[in-house]
C-alpha cells in the first residue's frame, strides 16, 4: 500500500479510504471519468464525477499523484482532505486539478450518505422544492426545423428548451450547418458573425410564430461575440423574452460582462468555462451574471458549488448548472440535490441518456415531465458496474476535431 499522510486528528471510528481510482468509459462515445473511492468497510465505497472530457487522461494521471494523500484517511473529513489536495499541488485551479477534486468530492459524500443512510440532498438541508424544473436542446438546419424539434420535447413535458438553428459553416455551434457557403471566402464554411445576428433574431420570431408564446426560450453563444456585439444580440431579442442568453462572451473577456449585464433586456448565463470556484465567485461578486451556469466538476464538486450557491442566493442570481452528455449521471446527480435544497435555483440543463449509459450507471435518474427529481436512496443512489464500463472503452474526444474546424470567412481560428 501506497505511504500515508496521516490522520490529523482522532476521527469517531475506524473507517479509513483504502483505494482511489479512475473509471473511464464511453457509453455514448464520450468519455466520462468517474472516481471511485474504497473503503476498510466492506461494500463501501463512494462514486464521483471527474469528467474532462477532452482532456480525460490528463485527469487519470493526476489522481496518481493523489491517491498516496488519501490512502489511510477518515473519509468523513471532506473538507481536510480536499484542502489538503489542493494546497499540496501549489498551483492550484485548472479543469484537470479541479476534476480530480470535484470527482474525490463527489465520493466521498455519497459515502457519507451511504453512512447516514440519507440522500445527499437530506445532509444538506433537505428539500425546498419538490424537483429540478429542466431544459433540452433543440436544433435542426432551419427554423422550422428547430421547431418540429422543439414541439417533440414540448411533448415530452418539456417546458423550457435551448434553441439553435443552422448558417453556413460548420463552426455554428449547436446545429447542423445549412446548404450555403460563402463562395467568397477563403473559407467558404467559415462562421460569420453578421449572418449569425441576423438569423439568430428571426429563428426567435419564427419559433414564437409556430410555438407560441406558452414555452421559455434559452440560446448559447457559446463565447462568439464582443462585448458590444453581444448587447446588440440581447436587444435584437427582447420582444421575443428568452429565458437566457448563454456565454456570450468568451472567458477572456469576462471583466466586460457587468457592462454587457447592464445594458442587456436579457438575462445573462454565463460560468460554464469557469474552472475554479474563486472564478465562478467573480462572477456573481462583480454582478456579471443573472444565472450561474458552472460545470461542477470543473469547479471543485459539490462542497464548491454548494458555497456557490449560496452566495447566488445572497446576490439574487439564480443557478443553471451545466449538465450536457459529457456529465457524468453522478454530477448530475450533485447538480440535482443542490437544485432541490438550495432557494437560488434557476433551471437545470438535461440530458437524455441512452440505454447503453443506463446500463453503466444503474440507478441514474431520469427526465419524467420536464423534471429531474433526486432519488431517495442512501448517497446518489447511483452505482456503476465496471463489467459494462469496461465495454466501451474511451478514445480521444471528437471536439477536438471539431474545435480546430471553427474559422472565420477569412480562416482565422474562432472560439469554438
Known amino acids: 500500500m501506497p505511504a500515508t499522510f496521516g490522520q490529523p486528528w482522532e476521527p469517531r471510528d475506524d473507517v479509513r479510504i483504502t483505494d482511489v481510482r479512475a473509471i473511464v468509459t464511453a457509453p455514448e462515445g464520450i468519455p466520462l471519468v468517474v472516481i471511485k473511492v474504497e473503503t476498510s468497510d466492506d461494500g463501501l465505497y463512494g462514486l464521483g464525477c471527474a469528467t474532462f472530457t477532452q482532456r480525460w487522461q490528463a485527469v487519470v494521471a493526476y489522481l496518481e499523484h493523489v491517491r498516496r494523500l488519501v490512502i489511510g484517511r477518515y473519509p468523513g473529513d471532506i473538507e481536510d482532505i480536499l484542502r489538503m489536495v489542493r494546497f499540496t499541488a501549489y498551483w492550484r485551479e485548472g479543469p484537470v486539478g479541479n476534476n480530480v477534486l470535484s470527482g ?85 464554411t467559415g462562421w460569420r458573425v453578421e449572418e449569425y445576428l441576423r438569423r439568430t433574431p428571426a429563428l426567435f420570431a419564427r419559433m414564437r ?116 452528455g459529457d456529465a457524468s449521471p453522478f454530477a448530475v446527480a450533485a447538480a440535482v440535490a443542490l437544485d432541490v435544497s438550495s432557494p ?40 456503476l458496474d465496471e463489467a459494462a464500463a469496461a465495454r466501451f472503452p474511451a478514445t480521444f474526444s471528437g471536439h477536438d476535431a471539431w474545435a480546430a474546424g471553427v474559422r472565420a470567412p477569412d480562416g482565422a481560428l474562432l472560439a469554438p
Not at 296 to 314: F, H, Q, T, Y
Not at 371 to 380: F, K, M, Q, S, Y
Request: glycine share 8%; aromatic share 8%.
Open 104 to 188: 474525490l468530492d463527489l465520493a466521498l459524500w455519497d459515502i457519507a450518505g451511504k453512512r447516514a443512510g440519507m440522500p445527499v440532498y437530506e445532509l444538506l438541508g433537505g428539500r425546498v422544492r419538490a424537483a429540478a424544473d429542466v431544459y433540452l436542446h433543440a436544433e435542426g438546419p432551419t427554423p422550422e426545423a428547430t421547431a418540429d424539434h422543439a414541439r417533440e420535447l414540448m411533448d415530452a413535458g418539456l417546458r423550457h428548451i435551448r434553441i439553435q438553428t443552422g448558417q453556413p459553416g460548420i463552426g455554428h455551434y449547436g446545429a447542423p450547418p445549412s446548404a450555403d457557403r460563402y463562395t467568397w471566402a477563403k473559407t467558404p
Open 209 to 324: 410564430e409556430l410555438l407560441g408564446d406558452d414555452v421559455e426560450l434559452l440560446h448559447d453563444v457559446h463565447s462568439r461575440l464582443t462585448p458590444k456585439t453581444a448587447v446588440m444580440l440581447a436587444r435584437s431579442l427582447e420582444e421575443f423574452r428568452p429565458f437566457f442568453l448563454e456565454d456570450v462572451l468568451a472567458p477572456e473577456f469576462w471583466d466586460r460582462l457587468p457592462e454587457v449585464r447592464a445594458a442587456s433586456p436579457v438575462p445573462i448565463a454565463v460560468g460554464e468555462l469557469a474552472t475554479s470556484a474563486v472564478e465562478a465567485a467573480r462572477l456573481v461578486r462583480s454582478h456579471a451574471v443573472d444565472f450561474l451556469r458552472c460545470h461542477i466538476s470543473d469547479v471543485g464538486g459539490l462542497s464548491a458549488a454548494r458555497r456557490l450557491a449560496v452566495l447566488a442566493e445572497l446576490e439574487g442570481v439564480r443557478t443553471a448548472w451545466h449538465s450536457p
Open 344 to 383: 437560488a435555483f434557476g433551471i437545470q440543463e438535461g440530458h437524455v441518456y441512452d440505454e447503453a449509459a443506463h446500463e453503466v450507471f444503474p440507478g441514474m435518474i431520469d427526465i419524467v415531465d420536464g423534471w429531474l427529481t433526486p432519488n431517495d436512496a442512501p448517497g446518489w443512489g447511483i452505482d
